[in-house]
């Protein structure tokens, strides 16, 4: 399939010939969205079957269009509010997932020591008699919270209830303390609701906008990107505060290239001037919010000539970015980001921005964050859990991170270290996450999983996870098969359906069927009373009163447009303790972390290394793409990015291979340099989800360099345990 140049590949899905554009717009092609959307997106196949995407985890609507029984090409679903009409470059890619040779086929049992990528094919029979078995004697023996789930992705519904229905709620992903957690704690705090996903943004209306780091348009979520590429084009001023010179960076105002690690004292500097030049909303302040006074004492000697010499943005440009935000309010928005777990002070550093949005009036306010608004969907009426599960090992109410408010990914992992938490873990049943990538400390993830009594791997790819299976059970891909309805809160209600588009490939089998059939063996056939996923799903459609019909042949239903700002009429309302916006909280000052956020120092690069830092390239999701012949036809692996002046100091040139040693010792694969103006000198960047060594991933293996292995060390965040990764410094050779 290889051999697609960048322009004909983003053809690809994209509008029909001569179909109806709803209004492009040029920024929107700029960041590589697919054409224009369509209203008919029409089809040279047999058949269009409405669905949503896995790519990623927005869940956009997809139409799959079908010829002789192969899906030839994924548009956006019109019909669909978080695609309409249009996917990002991965959604368009989705075939080459199911057509991916690699795939895993049928179940295996690992035939050598953890970890050697030995297996023996088996019968689905065998395969899940063994995992049974292997679950049931972890529940005798060490009681049934020592097995734990690690579940990412929508298809780990029904493992999730699996599992509690087993008596564990040892259930976790990294997307929490790996990624968003310390938002959602400080957003949570703040408001009294947290920034979800997909996120509450109202960014097609806003006026100022300010990037702390997130890289939209790298980072791709297709709805998200299109209002953002809608802003720009109607003139909102955009601030992007980031060491690199993103691909936002490029359309932005004002780059403000900070020192990494350094926000909070950028933060603290724009709430004095808002405050000291009264261009905060005064109203709003008085009527929702508690501690603005505090806030005020706090930030009176945070000046921009204070923040200066820490951030290394100019005072003057402070003011002028202050002053851009406060003259848009309510109209600005101070992007909360998704992967936030940088420098442990992380959940501080999200309340600062939530503070800002506060100071700016803007949630629940058009251009600043939108209320949400969800379709009601009555529950499938399961029979009662009927456990009393113990509290995760490293849970409140053990008091180790007292304002986590799930369970954290790494603390299982932590906790399967014998003896080093309130209980072992003792056996992993995994479900579409490489824990290997996505974990940071491999050293820590490998000794865990030896000391394992059981690990069951549900995945679609060989991934490195994968490899340590002791058991491995192949997942039909997105596309062949029905999951649970999705009806998040959005702009407007709605919920979706995932229906098999064709049939399971190989003998890989949809979740919904092994979770059941992991159910009937464990004794559980109670909790799985239907007989398929699209049962499951349709008696809840049916049960909101909606039409199971309208459903399949639409892929989605859109509920009554009600009102999302308080301006519309929506009744302002906080779940905080005082019921108002809390810019000093209790409950950080009660957890000893302080309840305004306070400026910490980073700790310096030493002599001759950089800080190393990551994120996403608009292709690829992690590492779950870089397999996907279609999609790394226009990316094949990472560069290391560095600053162009050190390259020349240190007399590396651009496009020469070179590795990246880390303060532990631990060395990088080799990977192509990108000398750039575009980099602070005290940096490197590379982009996550390569240097892949699984032996199966034939196409993958051996492109690129991971950064998750030189993430040896973390800082944790005190507020709710996310493990800062921003916080490793390498050293950069020339590769031998
Ligand atoms: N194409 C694509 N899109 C994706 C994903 C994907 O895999 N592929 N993943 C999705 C997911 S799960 C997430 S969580 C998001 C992540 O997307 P974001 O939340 O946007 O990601 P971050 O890792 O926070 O941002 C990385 C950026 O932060 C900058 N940065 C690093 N350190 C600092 C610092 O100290 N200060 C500042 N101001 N900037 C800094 C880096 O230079 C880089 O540009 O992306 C989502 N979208
Ligand atoms: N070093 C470092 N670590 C990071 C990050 C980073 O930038 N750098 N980013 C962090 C962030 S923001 C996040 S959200 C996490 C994400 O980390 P993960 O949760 O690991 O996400 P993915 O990398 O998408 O892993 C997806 C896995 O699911 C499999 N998969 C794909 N589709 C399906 C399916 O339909 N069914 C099943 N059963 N499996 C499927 C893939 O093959 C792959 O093994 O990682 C975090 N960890
Ligand atoms: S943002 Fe892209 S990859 Fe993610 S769900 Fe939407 S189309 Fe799929
Ligand atoms: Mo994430």
């Known amino acids: 399939m290889g051999g697609f140049t960048r322009r004909q590949f983003l053809k690809i899905g994209g509008a029909a010939a001569g179909a109806a554009a709803l209004g492009g717009g040029l920024t929107t092609r700029w960041f590589g969205l697919d054409g224009d959307p369509v209203d008919d997106p029409g089809t040279d196949g047999d058949r269009v079957v409405p669905s949503f995407c896995e790519l990623c985890f927005w869940k956009c609507g997809i139409l799959a269009h079908v010829k002789d029984g192969r899906v030839t090409k994924i548009t956006g679903n019109p019909a669909h509010p978080l695609s309409r009409g249009r996917l990002c470059p991965r959604g368009t890619g989705g075939i080459g997932l199911l057509y991916d040779p690699d795939r895993l086929k049928k179940p295996m049992i690992r035939r050598e020591k953890r970890g050697q990528q030995e297996f023996q094919e088996v019968s689905w029979e065998a395969a899940l008699d063994y995992t049974a078995e292997a679950m049931l004697r972890i529940r005798e023996k060490h009681g049934p919270e020592a097995m734990a789930l690690y579940s990412h992705g929508y298809g780990g519904s029904w493992f999730k209830h699996l599992l509690k229905a087993y008596g564990s709620a040892n259930i976790a992903a990294p997307s929490y303390a790996q990624c968003r957690g310390p938002r959602e704690v400080a957003f949570q705090l703040t408001f009294g609701s947290t920034v979800g996903s997909p996120e509450n943004l109202d960014l097609d209306h806003s006026r100022a906008i300010a990037l702390i780091g997130s890289h939209l348009g790298e980072n791709m979520h297709n709805t998200q990107v299109q209002d953002f590429s809608r802003a720009i084009d109607r003139g909102a001023s955009l601030i992007v505060v980031d060491p690199r010179y993103s691909t936002a960076a490029g359309k932005a105002r004002w780059w403000l290239p900070i020192k990494p690690g350094t926000d909070l004292a950028l933060l603290l500097a724009w709430m004095h001037v808002l405050i000291e030049e009264g261009l905060y909303d005064r109203d709003y302040v008085e009527k929702y919010t508690v501690g603005f006074d505090r806030l005020k004492a706090h930030v009176a000697d945070k000046t921009p000539e204070w923040a200066f010499t820490r951030t290394t943005i100019r005072p003057e440009v402070i003011v002028e970015t202050a002053r851009a935000l406060g003259g848009a309010r309510p109209a600005a928005l101070v992007h909360p980001g998704r992967h936030v777990v940088w420098y442990g002070d992380d959940t501080q550093r999200s309340r600062a921005i939530a503070i800002l949005n506060a100071l700016l009036g803007s949630w629940g306010r058009k251009g600043g964050f939108f209320i949400p608004q969800a379709l009601s969907l009555p529950s499938y009426p399961y029979t009662k859990y009927a456990y009393h599960p113990k509290a995760p ?238 999609l790394a036809s226009v990316e094949r692996g990472n560069e290391l990015w560095l600053n162009a002046r050190i390259a020349t100091e240190l007399g590396l040139r651009s496009g020469e291979m070179v590795v990246c040693v880390n303060q532990d010792g631990v060395r990088s694969e080799p990977l192509p340099l990108k000398a750039t103006e575009r980099i602070r000198p005290d940096c490197v960047y590379l982009v996550h989800g390569y240097g892949h060594d699984a032996k199966g991933l034939s196409f993958a293996r051996g492109r690129g360099a991971s950064d998750s292995r030189l993430v040896t060390r973390v800082r944790v965040d005190p507020a709710m345990g996310g493990t800062g990764m921003n916080v490793n410094f390498v050293r950069v050779e020339r590769a031998a």
């Open 393 to 630: 090992p490293d849970a409140p109410k053990n008091s180790v991170y007292p304002l986590a408010d799930e369970v954290l990914a790494s603390g299982l992992c932590m906790a399967s270290i014998p003896g080093t938490a309130a209980y072992d873990v003792k056996g992993w049943l995994v479900y579409g996450t490489n824990l290997i990538q996505a974990l940071p400390q491999p050293d820590v993830v490998q000794k865990a999983i030896q000391a394992l009594d059981f690990i069951a791997v549900v995945d679609v790819l060989p991934m490195e996870i994968v490899g340590w299976a002791d058991v491995v059970l192949p997942e039909a891909t997105y596309l062949e098969r029905c999951d649970e309805i999705d009806a998040p809160p959005w702009r407007e209600p709605f919920a979706a359906v995932r229906q098999p588009v064709v049939e399971p490939m190989y003998d890989s089998k949809p979740g919904w069927w092994i979770a059941r059939e992991l159910a009937l063996r464990l004794g559980l056939k109670d909790y799985f009373p239907w007989k398929d996923s699209v049962e499951y799903a349709m008696h809840r459609v049916h049960g909101a009163g909606l039409s199971c019909d309208e459903m399949r042949r639409t892929g989605v239903i859109r509920g009554p447009r009600v009102p999302v700002y308080f301006e519309d009429g929506l009744e302002p309302s906080f779940a905080t303790p005082s019921g108002k916006i809390e810019i000093w909280s209790q409950r950080m000052e009660e957890a000893g972390i302080g309840g305004l956020p306070d400026y910490t120092p980073p700790e310096e690069p030493p002599p001759g290394m950089f800080r190393l830092l990551f994120g996403r390239a608009p292709m690829h999701t992690f590492g779950r793409t870089s397999n996907n012949r279609f």
